[in-house]
């Protein structure tokens, strides 16, 4: 089993664990190789399986460096919260490096989205696991016109606004009032970010929805981000967003569920009442 082991080239992971992981699967009999987000993404034939080494950052860093190629991605805590990430090395048995080199887990369809119609950085890949967002770039809040499949929605003032697929409705849009959805719906979610309405909500849309938004503002600019990677866009920009067209290989041990890491890492339902 061919095994890469991915990290940010400007994170701090702890050596020790490192090294205890690349052993244990190497005792096991996979093969393992290194990759970095500065690095180069060639990646050698017949990859099986990549391990993110971070946490939810690195996560997306690992997907935006696959660049579509269809290799299952499993996400190993080194980082804080974690919620994309599958496990963790811990003074523990750590049987789950087992269950990896075993093939003893499963793999979800994550739906990308797709960013076209504005001219992107060179370094930046035009597809998000999370989300898409344009925020005010100076005082100034933005007045946003969005349109679902050429209908358009009341226009939007606020700082921003943001399109999350089900895997970061647990993300920003989480943050900014949006719902929780399960990450192998096939939806996308719309938020405003601080609207100056008190009649705007979030709207979940069909994933195969054609979205299109540009915006006005009297800084005549503003910011875009496509997951982890931002830019500056001046007012005359629209862009367009859609479902690639394929989807991320999320990789989920079999004794772990979305359930489970609502409860456990976002606290969900967490009530000093229900402990008496």
């Keep these: 089993m061919k095994i890469a082991l991915f990290r940010r080239e400007t994170s701090h992971i702890d050596e020790n664990k490192l090294n205890y992981l690349a052993g244990r699967l190497t005792a096991l009999g996979a093969e393992i190789f290194y990759c970095t987000s500065a690095g180069s993404n060639e990646l050698p034939e017949n990859t099986d399986l990549m391990l993110s080494l971070g946490g939810d950052g690195t996560f997306l860093a690992a997907v935006d460096f696959l660049k579509g190629r269809q290799i299952p991605v499993a996400g190993i805590n080194f980082g804080r919260l974690g919620f994309l990430t599958t496990a963790r090395v811990d003074e523990g048995a750590n049987s789950w490096i087992e269950d990896l080199v075993g093939r003893r887990f499963d793999i979800e369809q994550r739906l990308l989205l797709q960013v076209s119609g504005v001219e992107l950085p060179e370094d930046v890949h035009p597809y998000c696991l999370n989300e898409f967002t344009l925020m005010r770039q100076g005082p100034s809040m933005l007045q946003i016109t969005v349109s679902i499949d050429g209908k358009a929605l009341p226009t939007y003032w606020a700082d921003g606004v943001l399109v999350a697929t089900p895997t970061g409705s647990t993300a920003y849009s989480l943050s900014v009032g949006g719902p929780i959805v399960a990450p192998t719906t096939e939806c996308l979610i719309i938020c405003p970010a601080a609207p100056h309405n008190l009649n705007v909500r979030p709207i979940v849309v069909n994933a195969a929805s054609e979205i299109k938004i540009s915006?006005?503002?009297?800084?005549?600019?503003?910011?875009?981000?496509?997951?982890?990677?931002?830019?500056?866009?001046?007012?005359?920009?629209?862009?367009?967003?859609?479902?690639?067209?394929?989807?991320?290989?999320?990789?989920?041990?079999?004794?772990?569920?979305?359930?489970?890491?609502l409860r456990d890492k976002l606290m969900w339902g967490d009530d000093i009442r229900n402990n008496k």
Excluded: E
């Design 215 to 261: 915006f006005k503002s009297k800084d005549k600019a503003a910011s875009m981000s496509v997951d982890n990677h931002g830019f500056h866009v001046s007012q005359d920009a629209s862009v367009t967003l859609s479902q690639a067209p394929h989807k991320a290989l999320y990789v989920t041990l079999r004794d772990m569920s979305f359930i489970d890491a």
